[in-house]
């Protein structure tokens, strides 16, 4: 097989790490019952996104045409046609376009879509690809040409298929994006690259444990006792390796994944935001609605089925 191209990246001048302190919390209408959601886009100007974003999802990219740098963290590397990108919960990323139009499509999914394939399956390892510590250099992947055209058409897949009603849609979305990532993993390995594999047997029992205890008991008061008896460790070391493990704390989590319970009985006939409020869990309904908002970016309002 072909030996992958090399990327360049290289640590961002201090002076214009500014963006950072610009960094916003980007929402998707990503939610359990539709835990992968693709997106398509044409730049004609000015920077891909209007400000710089993380996000409680893991996203993968690729760009169709146009050409880049792209900043992540401290780092900035130059993105062309057919780069691939992967990064996962609550990781800054931006950048700048010098050759217009930049068309893309990403796909963003819940960290869910792997974990439940369970702790000592391939579900980790593929989730490890996008949630361990990494430079910028090992985020952004630029295929052979002879995979290039693989991962592209892969990814129109999505696309289409995304934008389909009826049966199978969500099955197929997941058959589509986990054979996108075994081909790039088994691609990575050939080219004696294996990014996270070594950290495998880190805490993800523990882990595992505690998200079963989140998505049984979000409808109830959770606590931090709750959350670190479940997985069988203390407090501090559970909030060690929850954020480690998937890039943001347990409690970010519950909220995250109560704020996509609500959205998704929201868009269900016969709920009103107080009912939906109590049902994930919230006793004030000011605390949902703020935090409905910080999530998806609209008022719970917007998602009521008319």
Same mark, same amino acid.
């Given at each position: 097989?072909? =030996?992958?191209?090399?990327?360049?990246?290289?640590? $961002?001048?201090?002076?214009?790490?500014?963006? /950072?302190?610009?960094?916003?919390?980007?929402?998707?209408?990503?939610?359990?019952?539709?835990? &992968?959601?693709?997106?398509?886009?044409?730049?004609?100007?000015?920077?891909?996104?209007?400000?710089?974003?993380?996000?409680?999802?893991?996203?993968?990219? &690729?760009? /169709?045409? +146009?050409?880049?740098?792209?900043?992540?963290?401290? !780092?900035?590397?130059?993105? #062309?046609? *057919?780069?691939?990108?992967? #990064?996962?919960?609550? #990781?800054?990323?931006?950048?700048?376009?010098?050759?217009?139009?930049?068309?893309? &499509?990403?796909?963003?999914?819940?960290?869910?879509?792997?974990?439940?394939?369970?702790?000592?399956?391939? +579900?980790?390892?593929? %989730?490890?690809?996008?949630? $361990? =510590?990494?430079?910028?250099?090992?985020?952004?992947?630029?295929?052979?040409?002879?995979?290039?055209?693989?991962? $592209?058409?892969?990814?129109?897949?999505?696309?289409?298929?995304? +934008?389909?009603? *009826?049966?199978?849609?969500?099955?197929?979305?997941?058959?589509?994006?986990?054979?996108?990532? #075994?081909?790039? %993993?088994?691609?990575? !390995?050939?080219?004696?690259?294996?990014?996270?594999?070594?950290?495998?047997?880190?805490?993800?029992?523990?882990?595992?444990?505690?998200?079963?205890? %989140?998505? !049984?008991?979000?409808?109830?008061?959770?606590?931090?006792?709750?959350?670190?008896?479940?997985?069988?460790?203390?407090?501090?070391?559970? =909030?060690? &390796?929850?954020?480690?493990?998937?890039?943001?704390?347990?409690?970010?989590?519950?909220?995250?994944?109560?704020? @996509?319970?609500?959205?998704?009985?929201?868009?269900?006939?016969? @709920?009103?935001?107080?009912?939906?409020?109590?049902?994930? +869990?919230?006793?004030?309904?000011?605390?949902?609605? !703020?935090?409905?908002?910080?999530?998806? *970016?609209?008022?719970? =309002?917007?998602?009521?089925?008319?």
């Amino acid at each position: 097989m072909s =030996k992958a191209p090399n990327v360049s990246a290289k640590p $961002t001048n201090v002076v214009e790490l500014s963006w /950072l302190l610009d960094v916003t919390e980007s929402r998707q209408p990503v939610s359990e019952s539709s835990p &992968i959601w693709v997106r398509e886009g044409t730049v004609l100007e000015g920077p891909p996104t209007a400000h710089p974003e993380c996000h409680p999802y893991c996203e993968m990219g &690729i760009v /169709l045409e +146009g050409a880049g740098t792209h900043l992540v963290e401290g !780092e900035e590397a130059y993105r #062309v046609p *057919g780069d691939l990108f992967l #990064v996962g919960p609550g #990781v800054p990323h931006w950048g700048s376009i010098q050759s217009f139009p930049l068309k893309f &499509i990403t796909v963003y999914f819940l960290p869910s879509v792997l974990i439940e394939m369970g702790p000592e399956s391939d +579900g980790v390892r593929v %989730l490890r690809r996008f949630t $361990t =510590k990494q430079s910028l250099q090992e985020r952004l992947v630029r295929p052979t040409r002879e995979l290039r055209a693989e991962f $592209t058409a892969t990814f129109q897949q999505l696309l289409a298929e995304f +934008g389909k009603e *009826g049966f199978g849609r969500e099955i197929r979305l997941r058959t589509l994006l986990l054979d996108q990532m #075994v081909t790039l %993993l088994r691609w990575e !390995e050939s080219q004696g690259v294996s990014i996270g594999a070594g950290q495998l047997e880190i805490d993800w029992r523990p882990i595992l444990k505690a998200l079963h205890f %989140l998505r !049984e008991n979000y409808t109830e008061p959770v606590y931090a006792n709750d959350v670190a008896r479940a997985a069988g460790m203390s407090e501090s070391r559970l =909030k060690v &390796i929850f954020n480690e493990a998937l890039g943001l704390s347990w409690v970010k989590y519950l909220q995250g994944y109560r704020i @996509h319970r609500a959205a998704a009985l929201l868009n269900e006939s016969g @709920h009103n935001v107080t009912e939906a409020a109590l049902a994930v +869990g919230f006793e004030s309904l000011s605390h949902f609605n !703020e935090t409905f908002r910080s999530f998806m *970016g609209v008022s719970p =309002k917007h998602y009521i089925l008319k």
